[in-house]
């Protein structure tokens, strides 16, 4: 996996991750706990995601993406997900990994895994437009129109 993903994995606060059903029709949907996993593949816990996990068991080809709000910049994966359930094989040593990032009172339900088949960058449009925008800039930019302000 390339340092520059990874990097974007572990800053971002949430992944949103793209299903579709039998037909077709697309949900998106906010992800809290989400980790690369090594082997290639990214980890997403199931807290609250039935949507998800029906669609995946129809169709289980997956997008996602990952942002930095203030960056705004980020990657996208597409990859094959398959759930994993608490007496499946994976399962325990994938939710020890996923509870270093939150306790028990996020009730895992099960672990998306997501075996990834393509990356890409995301980037938003002023990057293109405006060619010598800096990153830094376009932080500011972003501190600006959300009304955050730093210490």
């Given at each position: 996996m390339e340092h520059k993903i990874l990097q974007s994995i572990e800053k971002s606060v949430l992944c949103w991750l793209a299903t579709a059903n039998e037909l077709g029709v697309p949900n998106?949907?906010?992800?809290?706990?989400?980790?690369?996993?090594?082997?290639?593949?990214?980890?997403?816990a199931n807290i609250a995601s039935p949507v998800s996990v029906k669609n995946i068991g129809l169709n289980s080809k997956?997008?996602?993406?990952?942002?930095?709000?203030?960056?705004?910049?980020?990657?996208k994966i597409i990859g094959t997900a398959t759930v994993l359930k608490c007496g499946d094989n994976k399962f325990q040593g994938y939710l020890a990994m996923l509870r270093v990032l939150a306790d028990e009172r996020f009730p895992i339900q099960g672990i998306i895994?997501?075996?990834?088949?393509?990356?890409?960058?995301?980037?938003?449009?002023?990057y293109f437009?405006?060619?010598?925008?800096?990153?830094?800039?376009?932080?500011?930019?972003?501190?600006?129109?959300?009304?955050?302000?730093?210490?």
């Open positions: 998106v949907s906010p992800k809290e706990l989400f980790l690369y996993g090594g082997n290639n593949n990214l980890l997403i997956v997008c996602v993406s990952f942002v930095d709000v203030f960056e705004q910049r980020g990657f895994e997501v075996e990834i088949e393509e990356t890409a960058s995301i980037k938003a449009p002023s437009l405006f060619p010598d925008l800096t990153v830094e800039q376009q932080i500011q930019s972003g501190l600006k129109t959300y009304g955050v302000y730093r210490k």
